[in-house]
């Protein structure tokens, strides 16, 4: 075995042995490695350890200068050399000359790197005699001395430490430089080594190495606490080191209670330096790095939740003071500073959809914290938290327009990527009557979502408390209210269902609406066929069948009532439900209308089966399935696969059919006491 397998971890680094390995196999081969992640991740800690080890095999040693450690512009090198010859009386009255010239007057204003404030100096444009002869004395110490050199926290002398890692390797290119820093130093030789939040979870019952960091603190507990509270905390080490400190003053269920709530968690408490003292301080630290535009962009990003793609930032951030043309490059530079982390590359198509995909970037929870309190210091919050409801509404309502479309898979991927923002703009207390609208038009939009893909109590629950805070007599509330009954229908809440349909038949009466008398007589038929009525089924739907729409984006159109016309009909009129199918099928918007597909077969199988050809229907029944599962909707889902395990029964096993009795249609409850069904995520339930 070689000593390197042998390595235990070091006090200190937790669940860092990839990045370890990673690290001391470039420090062999690269002159530069650079260790780049969010404030607080660690990367100091893993440099030091993996230096600490390198010059412990290599006879060597580490010449280490911080950066934040009150350098004046064009300190480096001297900082350096007095690490190199701390007791050298020579030395450093030539590295302190060298000092004097050059640092900057003007009551010694440091000059920030490239996402830092720049002002006028009397620093020298380029390399002098004397800058040579430093750098010479530097790099033939470190040859003497086998001496590696550690730049660490490099971001507010950026390009003073890129300048001097080039003037060091031309003097001696088999010199070895390991920087950490927010960004890379964006140099020719850079190896950089991305160092991540540490795993919560390695995969399902497994604790990861940030609730092995937590667990050392809180000593012996419950280990879904500890996973609460790293998740919340998103396996940040700083974050969890602080709150870990919090231990001393409450149990570990209410810190879990207090980082699971909303709200910043700026703890705080000792540590080596002032910016890791708290999460604020952290943060602070880069924010003041940052140009006047990124820091507004930082700050207006923290209203958005979720993963976001640039046109949703854009919607966000842009204003009189930054224009929509700099968002993306801000976005770009707080991205190489660690401030924001992209989740998906730009480029490429979905596998389903075949829609290009933009980029998306998450905002983490302590910048998110941070740049929220400098919102809401700036008075912007209210502003920005409209523009990010404006924001959602004209996303719900793309998603709207591509159901509709020519796949609705696109719908579906669309909501299902801005899951957290669109919930955030349903749930956030709205401002005024105006921004209520605004989220009431939010879930309106998103009906296919309810009504089609499975959501229904998930959108009754919006739809109920919305309503409540929008009583004007709108066209918009009249759609609200049709949808909340139609979802109570769905979702056998009759009673509820025929009191909100009432409402909305008057509604739709005031506002001469055809179209939504039209969805009102729908719904009453999806209410008679949970009840049994077919005949009234029948009846109400023909009538919305009949209906000439004129609005073909919102809610199911003539096409579904014949559909569900055909289902009702299955058992009854084999050629009436045929011919209901085929109207159905013939007044689609389009080809990718999954919903309506899946609906049709449903009624196929249904009808082949009630007359005697279980074949028929067993390929019906698949076909509907398959395309059901493109889109959602975990009830259709089961009772289509109870319906195909009873014609896989009868073609395959030759088993009489089950009687009526025996056998539940998917619209209709398993019975009186069915327990209420969670909210789940089509992407979690299952094949």
């Known amino acids: 075995m070689t000593a390197r397998a042998e390595r235990r971890p070091l006090p200190g680094v937790v669940g860092r042995a990839v990045e370890h390995e990673l690290v001391s196999g470039l420090l062999d081969s690269a002159p530069l490695v ?39 512009h064009g300190g480096l090198t001297e900082a350096l050399l007095r690490a190199a010859h701390p007791g050298d009386d020579a030395r450093r009255d030539t590295a302190t000359a060298f000092a004097r010239r050059t640092t900057p007057s003007h009551n010694g204003e440091p000059v920030h790197g490239r996402m830092g404030r720049t002002g006028p100096t009397d620093v020298p444009t380029g390399p002098t005699p004397a800058d040579d002869t430093a750098i010479a004395a530097l790099a033939a110490h470190c040859r003497r001395s086998r001496a590696t050199i550690l730049l660490d926290d490099c971001d507010p002398l950026r390009e003073e430490c890129a300048q001097l890692v080039r003037r060091l390797l031309r003097a001696d290119p088999a010199l070895r430089i390991v920087a950490t820093a927010r960004g890379a130093l964006g140099l020719p030789e850079e190896r950089v080594v991305a160092v991540a939040p540490l795993p919560v979870t390695l995969g399902e019952g497994i604790a990861g190495p940030a609730v092995e960091l937590l667990a050392a603190r809180a000593g012996a507990a419950a280990p879904e606490l500890l996973v609460a509270v790293c998740q919340a905390l998103e396996g940040s080490p700083l974050a969890i080191a602080l709150a870990a400190q919090q231990l001393d003053r409450m149990s570990l269920p209410q810190l879990a209670a207090q980082v699971g709530a909303d709200g910043p968690l700026f703890y705080s408490g000792p540590a080596a330096t002032v910016r890791h003292t708290s999460l604020y301080a952290a943060q602070a630290a880069g924010y003041a790095l940052c140009s006047p535009t990124d820091r507004r962009v930082w700050a207006r990003l923290s209203v958005l939740p979720g993963d976001f793609d640039p046109w949703l930032a854009g919607c966000v951030c842009t204003s009189c003071d930054v224009p929509a043309a700099a968002v993306d490059g801000a976005l770009e530079r707080l991205r190489n500073a660690s401030v924001i982390e992209r989740v998906r590359d730009a480029g490429g198509a979905q596998e389903d959809t075949g829609a290009a995909l933009p980029a998306r970037y998450r905002l983490p929870r302590a910048a998110r914290d941070f740049g929220r309190t400098q919102l809401r210091e700036a008075g912007e919050e209210a502003a920005a938290l ?19 479309g020519p796949n609705q898979q696109v719908a579906v991927r669309l909501v299902e990527d801005e899951q957290a923002n669109l919930d955030a703009a349903l749930t956030r207390p709205p401002q005024d009557a105006e921004d209520a609208l605004g989220a009431l038009e939010i879930a309106v939009s998103l009906w296919f979502h309810w009504a089609a893909c499975g959501f229904r109590r998930e959108g009754r629950a919006h739809l109920d408390r919305l309503l409540l805070l929008s009583r004007d007599d709108t066209a918009l509330r009249a759609r609200a209210l049709w949808l909340a009954g139609y979802l109570a229908a769905q979702e056998h809440s009759l009673g509820a269902a025929e009191t909100l349909l009432d409402q909305a038949w008057t509604a739709a009466v005031m506002h001469a609406d055809s179209d939504g008398l039209a969805r009102i007589a729908h719904a009453h038929g999806v209410l008679a066929l949970y009840r049994g009525n077919t005949a009234a089924a029948v009846a109400c739907l023909e009538e919305s069948a009949r209906h000439r729409s004129r609005d073909p984006w919102f809610g199911p159109g003539p096409a579904h009532s014949w559909a569900l016309l055909a289902v009702a009909l299955s058992s009854l009129d084999a050629e009436r439900a045929r011919e209901a199918a085929r109207r159905a099928w013939e007044s689609r918007h389009s080809d990718g209308d999954f919903w309506l597909y899946s609906t049709v077969l449903y009624a196929c199988a249904a009808t082949e089966r009630a007359h005697g050809e279980p074949t028929a229907a067993l390929r019906a029944c698949r076909t509907a399935l398959a395309a059901k599962q493109l889109i959602g909707d975990p009830l259709f889902i089961a009772g289509a696969r109870n319906l195909l395990a009873g014609l896989r029964r009868e073609v395959r096993g030759g088993e009489p059919r089950r009687g009526p009795d025996e056998e539940v249609p998917w619209w209709r409850p398993a019975g009186a006491d069915m327990p209420p069904q969670p909210f789940f995520s089509r992407l979690r339930a299952g094949p």
């Open 34 to 72: 650079t260790l780049t992640g969010a404030a607080g991740v660690g990367k100091s800690v893993l440099a030091r350890a993996v230096l600490e080890e390198h010059t412990a095999r290599h006879d060597g040693t580490i010449l280490r200068v911080g950066c934040w450690d009150g350098l004046p």
């Open 386 to 404: 409209r523009r990010f409801r404006q924001a959602c509404a004209a996303l719900a309502a793309e998603a709207q327009i591509a159901w509709q």
